[in-house]
């Protein structure tokens, strides 16, 4: 939905507040955190020295979790697929999360991977994930 403001241009239905951060620096962090594996603080570094843009390494936290929150169909459509897959390869490595032990699981076929993450190692938390 669109909101038209004294005739000037529409504002972005994304535009959730009078000051915010567009889709784009919310994909951007997303990918940093994500795929690159970047530190927070590095990514609020990153954004400050190549665009100029002061963006607190709270807010790239709340950008990555929400981004994070919004794959709920997208995770229950690939663990259906994989689940249908005739071979699939499990595995499981220790990461900090909070400071406190987890385990970083991935389920994978040959065009599809899942990763996600639990507290617990082994059957019971890849139960636990579906």
């Given amino acids: 939905m669109q909101v038209w403001v004294r005739g000037e241009a529409a504002i972005p239905a994304n535009a959730t507040a009078p000051a915010c ?8 962090a ?3 955190a994500v795929h690159q594996h970047l530190p927070y603080d590095r990514m609020a570094q990153l954004f400050g020295d190549v665009l100029g843009m002061e963006v607190s390494t709270g807010a ?5 979790t929400e981004a994070g929150g919004s794959l709920g169909l997208f995770q229950d459509v690939v663990r259906d697929l994989l689940q249908d897959t005739p071979a699939v390869h499990f595995d499981e490595t220790g990461g900090r999360v909070a400071g406190k032990l987890h385990w970083v699981h991935v389920a994978s076929s040959a065009l ?8 617990r190692r082994g059957r019971v938390a890849m139960d636990d994930l579906g």
């Fill in 112 to 119: 599809l991977t899942l990763i996600d993450c639990h507290e």
């Fill in 21 to 28: 951060y567009g889709p784009g620096v919310r994909a951007l």
């Fill in 30 to 32: 997303s990918y940093l």
């Fill in 60 to 64: 790239l936290v709340q950008m990555v």
